[in-house]
T-cell receptor, first 109, second 114 residues
Framework: QKEVEQNSGPLSVPEGAIASLNCTYS??????FFWYRQYSGKSPELIMS????GDKEDGRFTAQLNKASQYVSLLIRDSQPSDSATYLC?????????FGAGTILRVKS | SAVISQKPSRDICQRGTSLTIQCQVD?????MFWYRQQPGQSLTLIAT?????????ESGFVIDKFPISRPNLTFSTLTVSNMSPEDSSIYLC???????????FGPGTRLTVT
């Protein structure tokens, strides 16, 4: 059973702080991981993908992957109220994605 | 990446009826995927639609309930058949555009069954 686990939150952070979102996965067969952002009433929007151990940075976002611990994280620096959304972690298994339940992030101004 | 459109954007249907959802992409893609997002839930893959072959369904989803067509490399349809209120969900298509490894989602179809 391929499972991706996330804390549903909500995670509340003040504006300008670092938001840390975490995800664990059960099946070591996944070689790729993705973070999607979903605003209420909208479809998921890809913000980061990561395929190898370590960190990957893109603007204010940093994805981290630790395959030994089966752990993926997303850091959002200088959080803005516009970052308030649900963040979905997904593991790639071949062509398929298995999604976690999502973490609600609230950035307070 | 790719421009993906879905029709209809939303619909309210009576139980026992069927609804066909269309997904159109602005570039040729090998695989298209159909997901369901039930209220307050995450995304669940229904099936993978390949051009020229039958769709591959995930556990818990069957062709009689969710028939899929893929007549060409830019278009697919998902039909939700004999609907019940439990089918009320957002239905999303996604694609992997040429030159990419990641899936990108269409805007979704919000279905309410009364």
């Amino acid at each position: 059973q391929k499972e991706v686990e996330q804390n549903s939150g909500p995670l509340s952070v003040p504006e300008g702080a670092i938001a840390s979102l975490n995800c664990t996965y059960s099946d070591r067969g996944s070689q790729s991981f993705f973070w999607y952002r979903q605003y209420s009433g909208k479809s998921p929007e890809l913000i980061m993908s990561i395929y190898s151990n370590g960190d990957k940075e893109d603007g204010r976002f940093t994805a981290q992957l630790n395959k030994a611990s089966q752990y993926v994280s997303l850091l959002i620096r200088d959080s803005q109220p516009s970052d308030s959304a649900t963040y979905l972690c997904a593991g790639g298994y071949g062509n398929k994605l298995v999604f976690g339940a999502g973490t609600i992030l609230r950035v307070k101004s | 990446s790719a421009v993906i459109s879905q029709k209809p954007s939303r619909d309210i249907c009576q139980r026992g009826t069927s609804l066909t959802i269309q997904c159109q992409v602005d570039s040729q893609v090998t695989m298209m995927f159909w997901y369901r997002q039930q209220p307050g839930q995450s995304l669940t893959l229904i099936a993978t639609a390949n051009q020229g072959s039958e769709a591959t369904y995930e556990s818990g989803f069957v062709i009689d309930k969710f028939p899929i067509s893929r007549p060409n490399l830019t278009f697919s349809t998902l039909t939700v058949s004999n609907m019940s209120p439990e089918d009320s969900s957002i239905y999303l298509c996604s694609v992997v555009p040429p030159g990419f490894y990641e899936q990108y989602f269409g805007p979704g179809t919000r279905l309410t069954v009364t």
